[in-house]
């Protein structure tokens, strides 16, 4: 059966379940007729944005779910409360800054720079992804934009090595390239786009509020670390090469030679997005909103020129943009409807039984979201929505903070055991065109990022415990 037709199955699966709960409302008098109706025009969106038939696109749902709304006489200005908040431009003019980083060449020039000041060894070049994995993810919050920049190169890089099509070697080092632009940036709020949605759906959701910069690292940063550590390590471990590398580092420092002296574009640019991050870690000391700092930032870049004006049509994703802006509204809309508090009344007595215990608890929720995550293909927006639309019930019966569920959401995201449940895995093999990893390879890196997860906890539990995300 083609994908097409999958996909379709799918969809037809999602439209059949949420037209069964708009007609017959079998959730009154607990949820209210237009509740029930929301509800089935989520479901039939989900549905829309996991499978994309047709290829609609995520904006496309967007905007008939939109409709809808408005058309059951939903307030506009909760409609569209996503679109309002701080997170949406803070969104915005990080994606330009991804932009920038590919357009001025100061991503690939930083990628190279890495590249041939390394030993040239497996432990070596794996190494020096990892460091530039981290280093681009401080200047731009964009996966994206990231996984472009550096799989090119890696494929360089293995085909310099002279690594055969299918070996463990090749696909180690794209694998620890690819995965390094993805894991470390989760981290801290600014380093993927993770952070301005869920911030916004924090924003969104009564009771809650923006997550500042301190405390998605405060509860991130030390698993994520931890489990790119393990990650790297388990992945030379499972998909270890046979063959050593043979090849001299002038090879690298001759392709560095190639992209010239930096321009004064990257060097405007290397300041501004520095300056950025220094303003996001010095938050605390400032004040200043991070969307204040962004949107400062994207002036900056286009006063330089950096951003011509016909670049803000061109230079992002706007379907993303509205995808996410329609997602960052769902607490306000859920809220308002009722749906909150409906869902609240299933899913906090649903998580009874192990919230008694921080380990039990966080051990069966993050397998669960990695199961769940061969079916949310949306990058897990769907399911962040629904999470922190309850969160603020979850912590009043169960003493469970709303910030330990950021990490166990991030790492969720992140999973990979094939790559249609990851969008910058799909991303990385349309840039590599077959030239890449071998699925099977993939799947085994995956199941090594899974393990480490797993591991992590057992050092992640006691932290979070120890700094009060646990009643």
């Known amino acids: 059966m083609s994908k097409k037709k999958i996909n379709l199955i799918g969809f037809i699966l999602f439209f059949i379940l949420g037209v069964f709960i708009g007609l017959l409302r079998p959730f009154q008098p607990e949820l209210s007729s237009q509740g029930n109706f929301i509800l089935m025009m989520l479901i039939i969106t989900i549905g829309l944005w996991i499978f994309k038939p047709r290829e609609i696109p995520f904006s496309i749902s967007?905007?008939?779910?939109?409709?809808?709304?408005?058309?059951?006489?939903?307030?506009?200005?909760?409609?569209?409360?996503?679109?309002?908040?701080?997170?949406?431009?803070?969104?915005?003019?990080?994606?330009?800054?991804?932009?920038?980083?590919?357009?001025?060449?100061?991503?690939?020039?930083?990628?190279?720079?890495?590249?041939?000041?390394?030993?040239?060894?497996?432990?070596?070049?794996?190494?020096?992804?990892?460091?530039?994995?981290?280093?681009?993810?401080?200047?731009?919050?964009?996966?994206?934009?990231?996984?472009?920049?550096?799989?090119?190169?890696?494929?360089?890089?293995?085909?310099?090595?002279?690594l055969p099509k299918g070996s463990k070697g090749r696909s180690l080092v794209l694998l620890t390239a690819w995965a390094m632009a993805l894991i470390p940036g989760t981290g801290?709020?600014?380093?993927?786009?993770?952070?301005?949605?869920?911030?916004?759906?924090?924003?969104?959701?009564?009771?809650?509020?923006?997550?500042?910069?301190?405390?998605?690292?405060?509860?991130?940063?030390?698993?994520?670390?931890?489990?790119s550590f393990l990650t790297v390590v388990g992945g030379y471990i499972v998909l270890r090469p046979s063959e050593p590398l043979n090849l001299s580092r002038d090879v690298f420092i001759e392709e560095y030679k190639k992209l010239g002296a930096m321009s004064n574009e990257e060097k405007i640019t290397v300041a501004i997005l520095v300056g950025t991050f220094?303003?996001?870690?010095?938050?605390?000391?400032h004040?200043?909103?991070?969307?204040?700092?962004?949107?400062?930032?994207?002036?900056?870049?286009?006063?330089?020129?950096?951003?011509?004006?016909?670049?803000?049509?061109?230079?992002?994703?706007?379907?993303?943009?509205?995808?996410?802006?329609?997602?960052?509204?769902?607490?306000?809309?859920?809220?308002?409807?009722g749906v909150s508090k409906w869902m609240s009344s299933i899913l906090v007595d649903a998580l009874k039984p192990i919230a008694g215990s921080p380990w039990v608890f966080v051990y069966v929720v993050l397998i669960l979201m990695f199961i769940w995550r061969f079916v949310d293909i949306a990058v897990f927006v769907p399911t962040k929505a629904i999470i922190v639309a309850i969160l603020p019930q979850v912590s009043e019966a169960y003493g469970i903070h709303p910030l330990v569920w950021v990490?166990?959401?991030?790492?969720?995201?992140?999973?990979?055991?094939?790559?249609?449940?990851?969008?910058?895995?799909?991303?990385?093999?349309?840039?590599?065109?077959?030239?890449?990893?071998?699925?099977?390879?993939?799947?085994?890196?995956?199941?090594?990022?899974f393990v480490a997860s797993m591991i992590t906890m057992l050092v992640a539990i006691p932290y979070w415990i120890s700094i009060g995300m646990f009643g």
């Open 62 to 162: 967007s905007g008939l779910f939109m409709a809808s709304l408005l058309a059951l006489k939903v307030p506009a200005n909760i409609v569209f409360a996503g679109f309002s908040g701080n997170a949406v431009w803070t969104l915005i003019s990080a994606l330009f800054f991804g932009f920038v980083l590919a357009k001025t060449g100061l991503g690939k020039r930083i990628a190279y720079f890495g590249i041939k000041n390394t030993r040239l060894s497996y432990a070596g070049l794996l190494t020096m992804w990892a460091i530039i994995g981290v280093v681009l993810s401080i200047l731009t919050p964009s996966i994206t934009v990231r996984v472009v920049i550096v799989i090119p190169i890696a494929l360089n890089c293995v085909n310099i090595c002279k």
């Open 188 to 227: 801290w709020l600014t380093g993927s786009l993770v952070g301005p949605i869920l911030s916004g759906f924090f924003a969104s959701t009564p009771g809650l509020g923006a997550i500042e910069f301190s405390d998605w690292a405060k509860v991130s940063l030390l698993p994520m670390t931890i489990i």
């Open 278 to 285: 220094t303003m996001f870690v010095t938050n605390s000391w």
């Open 287 to 337: 004040g200043i909103p991070d969307a204040a700092t962004c949107l400062t930032a994207w002036f900056l870049l286009s006063l330089a020129g950096i951003i011509k004006g016909n670049e803000v049509s061109t230079g992002i994703n706007w379907d993303l943009v509205i995808f996410v802006g329609t997602g960052m509204g769902f607490g306000a809309i859920f809220e308002y409807s």
């Open 407 to 449: 990490p166990l959401l991030c790492i969720a995201v992140n999973s990979f055991f094939l790559s249609y449940q990851n969008m910058f895995a799909l991303v990385a093999e349309a840039n590599m065109a077959g030239e890449g990893w071998t699925p099977k390879h993939l799947a085994q890196y995956g199941t090594v990022y």
